[in-house]
């Protein structure tokens, strides 16, 4: 009998013991030799956390403003595809566990389950990430569909002009199902003798001459705010300030897209001081326990997605599976806080972490 999981981690082995190969794979796996995959966490780990000794901590309060919506803790659903080869009730099943644990959740653009079957499974706030296809007019009525809806904010994911080599995938011949949202626009099934169907829609479909000045298409057909996910440079942070976005993501697309990018801790600060405060910053990627939310709070972050954990959650128990998961990572938070020294999210500062940075400026 297997034990009753006491970390997030475990989850994943749960939810491969629960999954088809194929699917675990699809999930679990990164770019090629996946060595950013495996920097994502390991970057966490030379961070260092500074406590601050004899401060009240009797109450701690994580609660926050993302984008304007208060929220329990600084804590995300980030936009992960295909739900329903987890569990059953797919996406319906992780926007109940999101809303009951007072979580933003973004629903991905490829999800199993319609816009319209997540916006009324419950009363919440939620985010709607956007892929830019070739037929525009597909994309645009899916943030129209979006907007009416409810959903309060558009996330574009700007690091996939073509689809990142996935090899567990292409082994596995990996087949998705078609996705209910596009029925009747778009055929997302794809035959191929190549390997996985899911890159060969991709090369089909998606958009790969998207570009800065699209930005105001997108503007143009959405009253909703726009935040830009895929942001790994202080360069581009400042193009996104120029093109007057609500905020943006430092994220390396769960290191699925360019392998040998950098671990997304690694580049969180010089983003976040390229921004300056003008507009917020979130953040995602190899984040596995609650001192990865704090090291990331810590270096400027707003608020810190989390994708494979959730999906590990809804594979092993579904809705409970991802209460779970995000009550764990918030009581985890909670205690760092604590230990840390800190009785709310505003006093998590840059003096409370040490990176490999400090500790070569140190040694000079």
């Known amino acids: 009998m297997v034990s009753e999981p006491v970390n997030v981690s475990e989850f994943q082995e749960l939810a491969r013991q629960a999954l088809p190969k194929m699917y675990y794979d699809h999930y679990a796996v990164g770019a090629e030799d996946q060595k950013t995959l495996e920097e994502n966490v390991k970057a966490f780990h030379r961070i260092i956390i500074r406590p601050r000794i004899l401060v009240d901590v009797s109450r701690v309060d994580m609660s926050t403003s993302i984008m304007g919506y208060n929220t329990s803790a600084p804590i995300m659903v980030a936009p992960t595809a295909r739900h329903k080869l987890a569990h059953p009730e797919g996406e319906v099943a992780t926007a109940r566990a999101a809303a009951a644990c007072d979580t933003i959740m973004a629903l991905s653009f490829m999800s199993t389950c319609?816009?319209?079957?997540?916006?009324?499974?419950?009363?919440?706030?939620?985010?709607?990430?956007?892929?830019?296809?070739?037929?525009?007019?597909?994309?645009?009525?899916?943030?129209?569909?979006?907007?009416?809806?409810?959903?309060?904010?558009?996330?574009?994911?700007?690091?996939?002009?073509?689809?990142?080599?996935r090899e567990a995938d292409i082994k596995n011949r990996m087949i998705a199902p078609q996705l209910k949202n596009f029925e009747g626009l778009i055929s997302t099934e794809v035959h191929t003798d190549k390997g996985s169907n899911i890159e060969a829609f991709v090369s089909g479909t998606f958009d790969d001459s998207l570009c800065w000045k699209d930005i105001g298409w997108l503007k143009s057909i959405t009253s909703?705010?726009?935040?830009?996910?895929?942001?790994?440079?202080?360069?581009?942070?400042?193009?996104?300030?120029?093109?007057?976005?609500?905020?943006?993501?430092?994220?390396?697309?769960?290191?699925?897209?360019l392998d040998y990018?950098?671990?997304?801790?690694?580049?969180?600060?010089?983003?976040?001081?390229?921004?300056?405060?003008?507009?917020?910053?979130?953040?995602?990627g190899g984040v596995r326990r609650g001192t990865d939310f704090f090291k990331a709070l810590a270096l400027g972050a707003q608020a810190v997605m989390i994708g494979r954990p959730v999906i590990y959650g809804l594979a092993a128990k579904g809705e409970d599976g991802v209460k779970q998961v995000l009550s764990m990572l918030k009581d985890e938070l909670e205690l760092t806080m604590a230990l840390s020294g800190c009785s709310s999210v505003k006093d998590i500062t840059r003096r409370h972490v040490m990176t490999e940075q400090d500790k070569l400026h140190c040694k000079l």
């Open 114 to 165: 319609t816009v319209e079957e997540v916006a009324s499974s419950c009363n919440a706030v939620r985010f709607f990430q956007l892929y830019v296809y070739k037929s525009r007019e597909i994309s645009a009525l899916m943030v129209q569909r979006a907007e009416r809806n409810g959903f309060k904010a558009i996330i574009l994911t700007v690091d996939a002009p073509r689809l990142g080599r």
């Open 261 to 284: 990018s950098p671990a997304t801790i690694t580049v969180l600060e010089e983003v976040t001081l390229a921004i300056q405060g003008r507009i917020p910053v979130l953040f995602d």
């Open 224 to 257: 909703l705010p726009i935040l830009i996910k895929g942001i790994l440079t202080c360069e581009d942070a400042i193009k996104a300030v120029e093109v007057v976005v609500a905020g943006i993501v430092v994220s390396n697309h769960g290191a699925r897209q």
